[in-house]
């Protein structure tokens, strides 16, 4: 069967529909974690989202809404916690650790299948459910409008937060509204990726884009591209006639884009540079 | 009598239970530049976080054009310490100056071509126009404060408190600085509150010192208050006061006298050679 048939199926349809939707929110998420050094918070999140998973999977038969539920719990208590990164990477490093430890017991009560608790480490989009699907198109949906909401204070409480703090942000309150949406992000990417491989959409993009371009919103829509095509990229190259499982093709196309960033990245800052000191010497 | 811009009457506040400003009185009228000088934990940034409204007086008042201070204060323009940008950071000086009128407001991000309008206009106040469109990582402690204060002026405050706007800059970047600074000030009338180690650049513009040392104050002018006399009462330590062809020296050390070029890394008994 080829990619064109494939395509005709309800599954592939709901995969990319998803798929655009999760890489959209990565994409928009991603400049933020950097800025706020917060991929270590991601990470956790994820090593987190999977005990929620093999809690939801053993409870109730259903991976995703325990991650959900896990992953946000966590970052409200990463938030709780830890405000400046050095105490947030120590309380998150203990968090991790128990709740990881906490998953491999939960797992090993589960009778089902044990391609389930592959699929929460690597992801596969293409096993989600139809009422997943929507409930995943939905929440991308809500972070997405709430990310357009906030972009600005949260990128001012972002780059000074005292100086934010000063002018009226609630920077602390933007801090947790913020972690629950990347804990939302992390466990819908983690259906594409997986939970060990989250990083690939939630950092790879945005540090890709970084090296691209240099205002705000230039960088969130590069990294974005970046997301949709390696996101979208990579479900249509395993529907191509592969048993290899997407996760496979989506980070290594994020990979790919990253490293090509890294090599173009250098010329893009020595123009940007050359152009400063023209400018710079013009102003004397 | 007509509301003054700032004024604080017997003002107490601290962290903790533990007041490290007391009973301060001061009024600023419109315009007039105020140098707020003193060793480490003498309460000047405290001073700054009571007007900015992020610190409840525990005691006594203070009064913004007869206002009780709160965050959000559109007549109150505020410079930060000066912190170098992360290199990597993803923003220009320009989307960082913006900041300065926008960063409050919740919506979808696009700025208005208003807005991109004041924006450079406030660059232009500040000479930055050439280094605007540079990622903020890329630029010199000089140029990231300069956007800095185009920041903190875009709103056209008409009261502006800088938080030691001088550190780390060379002797020429704190003079132009503080030639920005003060020329908006006197072009808009603007009450400026200027917390420093460094009096010298300042000292041409300065109408008055605030001078705290361990919780009590000082207030004159310059000649006033940068006396021996003076700051060993205010000290209670002797203190000398060097006046080398109008550029002052404060030199406070356990002996006093111990020279110009002598170092005290006494934390009780501090020693500033301004410079």
Known sequence: MGLGNYLALPFAQHALLAGTLIAIICGVIGPFVIARQMAFAVHGAAELSFTGAAAGLVVAGNPIAGALMG??????????????????????????AAGLGLGVLLLSHYQGFASAATNILFGNIFGVS????????????????????????????SVDPELAKARGVPTRLLGILF??????????????????????????????????????????GVSIGIALVATDGGILLSLNGTTVPPTVFVTGLSFGLYVLARLIGPTLARRRRERLRVLRAAEV | MSEMAIALDRLSAGYGGEDVIHDLSLQVGSGELIAVL???????????????????????????????????????????????????????????????????????????????????????????????????????????QRLRIAQALIGNPNILLCDEPL????????????????????????????????????????????????????????????????????????????DHNGRIMVIAGEEGTSGLTGHHHDHQHEERPWA
Request: proline share 5%.
């Open chain 1, 71 to 96: 992953s946000v719990v966590v970052a409200g208590l990463i938030g709780v916690l830890g405000e400046k990164p050095r105490e947030r990477d120590s309380a998150i490093g203990v968090v991790l």
């Open chain 1, 130 to 157: 139809r009422g997943d699907l929507f409930l995943l198109v939905g929440l991308a949906l809500v972070v997405l409008l709430a990310m357009m909401t906030i972009y600005r204070p949260l990128l001012f409480s």
């Open chain 1, 179 to 220: 972690l629950v949406l990347l804990a939302v992000t992390v466990t819908e990417a983690a259906q594409i990726v997986g939970t060990l491989l989250v990083l690939s959409l939630a950092i790879t993009p945005a540090a890709a884009a970084q090296r691209i371009a240099a205002a705000p919103l230039a960088v969130t």
């Open chain 2, 38 to 144: 003193g060793p480490n934990g003498s309460g000047k940034s405290t001073l700054l976080k009571v007007l900015l409204g992020l610190l409840k007086p525990t005691s006594g008042s203070a009064l913004l054009w007869g206002d009780e201070p709160r965050v959000a204060n559109r007549h109150v323009g505020y410079i930060p310490q000066h912190r170098d940008f992360d290199a990597d950071l993803p923003i220009r000086g320009r989307e960082l100056v913006e900041l300065g009128i926008s960063g409050m407001h919740y919506g979808i991000p696009w700025s208005k071509k208003a807005t991109r309008v004041q924006v450079d206009r406030a660059i232009e106040q500040v000479g930055a126009r050439g280094y605007a469109d540079a990622p903020v990582g890329m630029l010199s402690g000089g140029e990231q």
């Open chain 2, 167 to 242: 550190l780390a800059l060379d002797l020429k970047r704190q003079q132009e600085i503080t030639g920005v600074i003060n020329h908006f000030r006197t072009d808009h009338d603007t009450a400026v509150l200027f917390v420093t180690h460094e009096i010298n650049p300042i000292l041409p513009y300065v109408d008055r010192v605030l001078y705290l040392v361990n919780g009590r104050a000082a207030i004159g002018e310059p000649h006033e208050v940068l006396t021996t006399e003076r700051l060993t009462d205010l000290y209670g330590i002797p203190v000398d006061v060097h």
